[in-house]
């Protein structure tokens, strides 16, 4: 079964630093997302990206992040400067639009970002 | 603001002891209300999507139902693995009338199945 793979699986990095998160859709399909989650709180939506552009975002994706799909297989998730309270668990996440569920999503697996 | 609540944040349920998990939402226009299954280090796994109140979705041993204000997961004879964590999410309208491509969830709640 097709699924979303996300690397790395976990990253550490210094506050202040710069990261980019990195996520492998499902080869079909057209809409693309970031969500995250802190530890023992809600999953929560970052953006989402249709036909190379932003379509929504969240309050939480400020100017400090930014979303690229550079190959038209990669989707990437940057973090300009890095703090203290970025540190969760990013997952990607990715769904065709089409048929009956537009909206299922599939997700990968997450990366763990660990800003010290 | 689109609200998700979650009911019991924490279930323990002996193997084939049924019960149900309620989610009760709050959005300004429902477009539609997700239930997705999360594993310990996974990200979280599709399982159904309810548009209406009234309507229900079955799979194996679990059923989603739908009315205006809450959603409820009925698990029916579990098993051990069934033991996750089941997230509910909302999908809201847009004030154009378009849907909202963001999913608010809820926090969760985590059931254990007891051999």
């Known amino acids: 079964e097709p699924e979303v793979t996300q690397t790395p699986s976990h990253q550490v990095t210094q506050m202040g630093q710069e990261v980019i998160l990195r996520c492998v859709p499902i080869?079909?399909?057209?809409?693309f997302y970031w969500y995250r989650q802190i530890l023992g709180q809600k999953v929560e939506f970052l953006v989402s990206?249709?036909?190379?552009?932003?379509?929504?975002k969240s309050e939480i994706f400020d100017d400090q992040f930014s979303v690229e799909r550079p190959d038209g297989s990669n989707f990437t998730l940057k973090i300009r400067s890095t703090k203290l309270e970025d540190s969760a668990m990013y997952f990607c996440?990715?769904?065709?639009?089409?048929?009956?569920?537009?909206?299922?999503?599939?997700f990968g697996s997450g990366t763990q970002l660990s800003v010290l | 603001e689109d609200q998700v609540t979650q009911s019991p944040e924490a279930l323990r349920l002996q193997e084939g002891e049924s019960s149900s998990l309620n989610c009760s939402y709050t959005?300004?226009?429902?477009?539609?209300l997700f239930w997705y299954r999360q594993d310990p280090g996974k990200g979280p796994e599709f399982l159904f999507t309810?548009?209406?109140a009234g309507e229900e979705k079955e799979k194996e041993r679990l059923k989603a139902t739908l009315t205006k204000k809450e959603s409820f997961l009925h698990i029916t004879a579990p098993k051990p693995e069934d033991s996750a964590t089941y997230l509910c999410?909302?999908?809201?309208?847009?004030?154009?009338?378009?849907?909202?491509?963001?999913?608010?969830f809820g926090k969760g709640t985590k059931l254990s199945v007891i051999p």
């Open positions: 999410a909302v999908q809201a309208d847009l004030d154009s009338g378009a849907g909202s491509y963001q999913l608010t």
């Open positions: 990206f249709y036909n190379n552009e932003i379509s929504e």
């Open positions: 080869s079909n399909h057209l809409y």
């Open positions: 309810l548009y209406s």
């Open positions: 996440a990715s769904s065709d639009g089409r048929g009956e569920v537009k909206e299922k999503l599939f």
């Open positions: 959005v300004s226009g429902l477009r539609g």
